[in-house]
């Protein structure tokens, strides 16, 4: 099974979750990484879930046009939507202490 960790606020958090896994509709029913994670539609539409893969990137599946829309020029600094990711692979996440602006 996958491991995640996520850091934020200089803290470091680690679980293992299930295959396919989404980590923004695992917060929402209060699982890991609940409460750190910060998010707020769970559609793609506000970036407040926005995160930078530090490790395990290469696994994932290209952006979609919804990553693409909000966060432009970021993906290239490796930021992710959490809520658009279903994670299969170890990987590792940090999100910035304020959120991206979309
Ligand atoms: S939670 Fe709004 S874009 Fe991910």
Do not use: S
């Not at 680690?14 to 980590?23: D, G, I, R, S, W």
């Not at 998010?39 to 530090?54: F, S, T």
């Amino acid at each position: 099974m996958p491991v995640v960790v996520f850091r934020r606020n200089a803290e470091v958090y680690e679980a293992e979750v299930k295959e396919n896994t989404n980590l923004v509709v695992r917060a929402g029913i209060k699982q890991f990484p609940f409460p750190h994670l910060r998010y707020e539609c769970g559609m793609g539409k506000c970036a407040r879930c926005a995160c930078r893969v530090l490790a395990g990137g290469e696994y994932l599946p290209p952006p979609n046009w919804k990553e693409k829309k909000q966060l432009g020029a970021r993906l290239d600094e490796g930021y992710r939507l959490a809520c658009q990711l279903w994670i299969e692979h170890d990987i590792e996440l940090e999100q910035d202490d304020l959120p991206v602006e979309p």
